[in-house]
C-alpha cells in the first residue's frame, strides 16, 4: 500500500513557477511508475506527465517544454517543476502510482491557481 499526500500548490500569475511535491510512505516507491494528473473544472481529469521506475518521463503536448517530472526514490518523492504557467493549467493536481496497468494509488490533489 502506498499513501500519497501533494503539496505545493496555490495561486500564480501566467508567466509564473510553481512546484508541486508528491510524498510517498512505504517501501515500496521506487517499483511504481508515478505520474500527475489534473482536473479543471467542468473537464475531464488528464494525464499531465508521467515517469517510469526507471526515470523515463512523458508529457501532456500541452505541457512540454513548460513541465518537468522528476522523482527521488531515496526520499520517496515526487515533483514536477511548472513554468511559464498559463490560465489553462488551473485545475487540482493529483498525484498517483502506477501498478501494474492501473493507477492504484492517489492523492487527495492540490490546487494550482494561474490568474491572467
Known amino acids: 500500500q502506498v499513501q500519497l499526500v501533494e503539496s505545493g500548490g496555490g495561486l500564480v500569475q501566467t508567466g509564473g513557477s510553481l512546484r508541486l511535491s508528491c510524498s510517498a510512505s512505504?517501501?515500496?516507491?521506487?517499483?511504481?511508475?508515478m505520474a500527475w494528473f489534473r482536473q479543471a473544472p467542468g473537464k475531464e481529469r488528464e494525464l499531465v506527465a508521467r515517469?517510469?521506475?526507471?526515470?523515463?518521463?512523458s508529457y501532456l503536448d500541452s505541457v512540454k517544454g513548460r513541465f518537468t517530472i522528476s522523482r527521488d526514490n531515496a526520499k520517496n518523492a515526487m515533483y514536477l517543476q511548472m513554468n511559464s504557467l498559463k490560465p489553462e493549467d488551473t485545475a487540482i493536481y493529483y498525484c498517483?502510482?502506477?501498478?501494474?496497468?492501473?493507477?492504484?494509488?492517489w492523492g487527495q490533489g492540490t490546487e494550482v491557481t494561474v490568474s491572467s
Open positions: 515517469i517510469s521506475r526507471s526515470g523515463i518521463t
Open positions: 512505504g517501501r515500496t516507491f521506487s517499483t511504481y511508475a
Open positions: 498517483a502510482a502506477q501498478g501494474n496497468l492501473k493507477y492504484d494509488y
